[in-house]
Every structure is written in structure tokens, then in C-alpha cells.
């Protein structure tokens, strides 16, 4: 019997007239974040974090292209570089030579960077300023057969005094690389 009424109750309920609302969400309810566009390879796109103009996201950006430099150069290919360093001489180089040891069959081994010692950002504006120290590894180029190329660097560098220029660029929502020294 307390089951049948208890039914009743919840039918009964359901079926009374209910007026609707007269309010809407709230518009911060609707909106959603805007996707950034894609900047960067496919494979390894320009991370969120790197692309806030604040100088935890310039040294986002730093980190990030150190350790993209590095995956071109097992590739070796050069056009990514030329994305996020129009500017860059030094980038525009080393892209270069990536793009030229790629056409000739010849690979890339060892020289990888890594940080050290990085200071905070200072941030003038649209603008940047980064030191830090880098430790280049040893780099053997060789041809396509696996002979080495007399090019390559011969010692190892612990921590090599470098640093970064950076602009923000509100087209593409990012920094990108004005400056490279390494060494």
C-alpha cells in the first residue's frame, strides 16, 4: 500500500503544471576558452603554457624551442624553424644547414642541447630578454654511407653563456625567436 502511494505521489507530482523559468544561464556559463591556432609541427605544436605574454610563458617558449631545435636536428629539416624564427639570423642558419644536410643524405649525431642556469625573463613590452646556460654535446655529421664529415664540433660545451630575444606576436598569439646565441 505505502509503495502504491508513494507512486501516486511521484506521478502526481510529475504531472502538476510547472512554470518555466524566466532566466537565462549566465553568459560566462556559455562561453567557452578559444582554441589557439596551430603553430609549430604537428607532431610537437607550440604548447599552451608557451604562448601567454608573461614571462612564464617566454620561458615556456625557450624550453620548448631548445628541445624542438633538437628533434629537427635527428630529422635533420629546417621549416619549423623558419616559423617561429623569422627574425632569426642564427635560426634562419641553422635551419638552413638542416634543410642542406637533409637534401645530401647526411645525418646529424649528438649535439643536442640542454638548459642550464636560466634566469627570469625580462619582458619590455612586445620583447623578451633571456640568458641562460647551454650545454652542447659533441656533434658528428656524417654522409649518407656513415663517414664522418669534417664539420663537426670537436669538444663538448658544459655550459655555454647564450641567450634568447623574443617577440609577441598577437597574429599567431605566441612569442617567436628574434635572437639566438649559443655559445
Known amino acids: 500500500m505505502i509503495g502504491v502511494l508513494v507512486g501516486t505521489a511521484l506521478l502526481t507530482g510529475c504531472s ?3 512554470e518555466a523559468s524566466e532566466t ?16 609549430g609541427p604537428e607532431d610537437f605544436p607550440v604548447p599552451d603554457e608557451a604562448r601567454t605574454k608573461d614571462a612564464a610563458g617566454a620561458e615556456a617558449f625557450l624550453r620548448y624551442y631548445i ?18 624564427s623569422p627574425e632569426c639570423e642564427t635560426c634562419l642558419r641553422i635551419a638552413r644547414a638542416f634543410d642542406d644536410a637533409a637534401a645530401a643524405g647526411w645525418t646529424y649525431q649528438g649535439g643536442e642541447v ?11 613590452g ?9 650545454r652542447v654535446e659533441v656533434l658528428s655529421i656524417r654522409d649518407s654511407a656513415g ?25 599567431h598569439h605566441s612569442w617567436l625567436v628574434a635572437g639566438l646565441t649559443i655559445g
Open 67 to 84: 628541445e624542438l631545435l633538437n628533434r629537427l636536428q635527428a630529422i635533420p629539416l629546417g621549416e619549423p624553424l623558419r616559423e617561429l
Open 126 to 134: 612586445d620583447t623578451a630578454s633571456l640568458v641562460f646556460g647551454a
Open 147 to 171: 663517414t664522418p664529415i669534417p664539420d663537426g664540433q670537436e669538444d663538448l660545451s658544459p655550459n655555454a653563456g647564450s641567450g634568447m630575444t623574443l617577440r609577441w606576436s598577437s597574429e
Open 16 to 18: 502538476e503544471k510547472q
Open 114 to 124: 640542454s638548459l642550464n642556469d636560466v634566469t627570469e625573463p625580462q619582458l619590455n
Open 24 to 39: 537565462l544561464p549566465s553568459p560566462s556559463a556559455a562561453e567557452t576558452t578559444e582554441a589557439l591556432p596551430p603553430l
